[in-house]
């Protein structure tokens, strides 16, 4: 696919709040397994992938570095810290990666919440990056999209979803790109995810198609959802 490294990032240094847990959604075990690590399976099997990035904070640090080397995950896999923010995150994760890859080697930004991707939308991503694009893993709106007011009350416009794609990881890019707009990561003001800062910064994005497979764990309902699917699955 790539005659450079691909190497993802596996964003694990949330709170899931939204998921009302007692401890952040990606770290709950399923079928003896933590959630982020049918994530990492994913990118582990895969044979164009190098070497993964795991993001913790500073509290699962230990925790997830002992696990990896726990599981013989540790030839392929190596542990960082996050910051307060996704975006720093980020950004920490490829200050940290700086030395120790090419400019032109592929970096896969993933949600760990997202456990399902799959192959093809790895493979894809690779693809769309290594042409020197910005990929951007994304699925067409299907339901009716409707803009309300800041009061969440009162309804503002109904969108065309003909026009609305809905935005899901991994959003990959050549280390070289990230060097480019290096100083958008360090702004104060707080992006949801990469391509925004790309967009910001003048870049174009291309498309990889996603599906509704790989969604991401936000609440109680899409962990049962993730239950149903690996069930399902056996």
Same mark, same amino acid.
């Given at each position: 696919?790539?005659?450079?490294?691909?190497?993802?990032?596996?964003?694990?240094?949330?709170?899931?709040?939204?998921?009302?847990?007692?401890?952040?959604?990606?770290?709950?075990? $399923?079928?003896?397994?933590?959630?982020?690590? =049918?994530?990492? &399976? +994913?990118? *582990?099997? %895969? @044979?164009?992938?190098?070497? #993964?990035?795991?993001?913790?904070?500073? $509290?699962?640090?230990?925790?997830?570095?002992? =696990?990896?080397? &726990? +599981?013989? *995950?540790? %030839? @392929?896999?190596?542990?960082? #810290?996050?910051?307060?923010?996704?975006?720093?995150?980020?950004?920490?994760?490829?200050? =940290?990666?700086?030395?120790?890859?090419?400019?032109?080697?592929?970096?896969?930004?993933?949600?760990?919440?997202?456990?399902?991707?799959?192959?093809?939308?790895?493979?894809?991503?690779?693809?769309?990056?290594?042409?020197?694009?910005?990929?951007?893993?994304?699925?067409?709106?299907?339901?009716?999209?409707?803009?309300?007011?800041?009061?969440?009350?009162?309804?503002?416009?109904?969108?065309?979803?003909?026009?609305?794609?809905?935005?899901?990881?991994?959003?990959?890019?050549?280390?070289?790109?990230?060097?480019?707009?290096?100083?958008?990561?360090?702004?104060?003001?707080?992006?949801?995810?990469?391509?925004?800062?790309?967009?910001?910064?003048?870049?174009?994005?291309?498309?990889?198609?996603?599906?509704?497979?790989?969604?991401?764990?936000?609440?109680?309902?899409?962990?049962?959802?993730?239950?149903?699917?690996?069930?399902?699955?056996?």
């Amino acid at each position: 696919l790539s005659l450079h490294d691909a190497l993802p990032i596996l964003l694990m240094a949330g709170k899931g709040e939204r998921a009302e847990t007692t401890i952040p959604k990606q770290y709950i075990i $399923i079928d003896g397994k933590p959630i982020y690590e =049918y994530c990492l &399976l +994913q990118f *582990y099997r %895969n @044979k164009n992938i190098d070497k #993964i990035i795991l993001v913790t904070d500073n $509290i699962y640090y230990d925790k997830v570095k002992d =696990y990896i080397s &726990l +599981q013989k *995950y540790d %030839n @392929k896999c190596e542990v960082t #810290i996050g910051g307060k923010s996704r975006k720093e995150s980020v950004l920490n994760a490829l200050i =940290y990666l700086g030395n120790k890859i090419d400019k032109e080697d592929i970096v896969l930004v993933h949600d760990s919440a997202r456990p399902l991707v799959d192959e093809t939308i790895i493979n894809d991503n690779i693809k769309v990056a290594s042409c020197n694009k910005i990929a951007v893993t994304a699925i067409k709106a299907t339901s009716t999209l409707v803009e309300i007011d800041t009061d969440n009350k009162s309804t503002k416009n109904y969108l065309d979803r003909s026009k609305i794609m809905e935005i899901q990881t991994p959003q990959s890019f050549k280390f070289s790109k990230f060097l480019k707009v290096s100083e958008y990561y360090r702004e104060k003001s707080e992006q949801t995810d990469d391509s925004q800062i790309f967009f910001k910064a003048g870049e174009k994005l291309e498309f990889v198609k996603g599906n509704c497979f790989n969604f991401k764990i936000t609440t109680m309902e899409d962990i049962k959802l993730f239950m149903t699917i690996m069930n399902s699955k056996m």
